[in-house]
């Protein structure tokens, strides 16, 4: 499995944009590279999975370059209910038993 | 309910007790994943089932852990003998497909073990 890279913590502003990058350069031809946000006492949460370019949904954006061994979350306007830690995960997402690794996460605070 | 339901929330077991944990997926979700997760750090897989089979128990860290899910929908995690270190989050997923692409994840299940 491909292992993931990002930063522990990220501080910002609420109305700003917050970019996450993850490092995966060992991603399979297979892989997809997929987010989770976390809140304090709940399960992470689905919020995008994307193979390469950009995917865009009502939550955040995606952008994988050509080669694939980065990818960055873009969350835009964030505001203070955004704060949470953040996953990237890269896996088979098609195989039968693949299962989630979680790295550990970025933890991003969003200050009024 | 139309998410995944954790039970207990919340367990304090004295050392050496045995403990289960419920998980009721989503209706219809073939994959149901668990995981371990200690303060502060990520999700640790712990096993997967597709159905009722239990294709990985990898991440199991003893033989005081098991699971199963018998009829292929409502699983049980059980912990026999229960260790300080075992103290953690226990968190249920559930996914649709045979493969992971959406999960979705209960509350989970903090036990405390004293």
């Known amino acids: 499995l491909a292992k993931t890279t990002q930063p522990i913590s990220m501080d910002s502003y609420e109305g700003q944009e917050v970019n996450i990058t993850c490092s995966h350069n060992n991603i399979a031809t297979n892989d997809y590279i997929t987010w989770y946000q976390q809140f304090p006492s709940q399960g992470p949460r689905f919020i995008i999975q994307?193979?390469?370019t950009k995917v865009t949904n009502e939550v955040a954006s995606l952008f994988i370059p050509a080669d694939r061994k980065s990818s960055t979350l873009s969350l835009p306007r964030v505001s203070l209910s955004d704060t949470a830690v953040y996953y990237c995960?890269?896996?088979?997402?098609?195989?039968?038993?693949?299962?989630?690794?979680f790295g550990g996460g970025t933890r991003v605070l969003v200050k009024p | 309910g139309a998410g995944v339901s954790q039970s207990p929330r919340y367990k304090v077991a004295k050392r050496g007790q045995d403990v289960a944990l419920r998980c009721d997926p989503i209706s219809g979700h073939v994959s149901l994943f668990w995981y371990q997760q200690a303060l502060g750090q990520g999700p640790e897989f712990l096993t997967y089932?597709?159905?009722?089979?239990?294709?990985?128990k990898s991440g199991l860290p003893s033989d005081r852990f098991f699971a199963e899910r018998p009829e292929g929908s409502v699983s049980t995690l059980k912990i026999q003998r229960t260790q300080q270190e075992d103290s953690a989050v226990y968190l249920c997923?559930?996914?649709?497909?045979?493969?992971?692409?959406?999960?979705?994840f209960g509350q989970g299940t903090r036990l405390t073990v004293v």
């Open positions: 997923a559930s996914s649709h497909r045979e493969g992971l692409t959406e999960a979705f």
């Open positions: 995960l890269v896996g088979d997402s098609g195989a039968a038993g693949n299962k989630l690794t």
């Open positions: 994307g193979y390469k």
């Open positions: 089932f597709q159905n009722e089979a239990q294709l990985d």
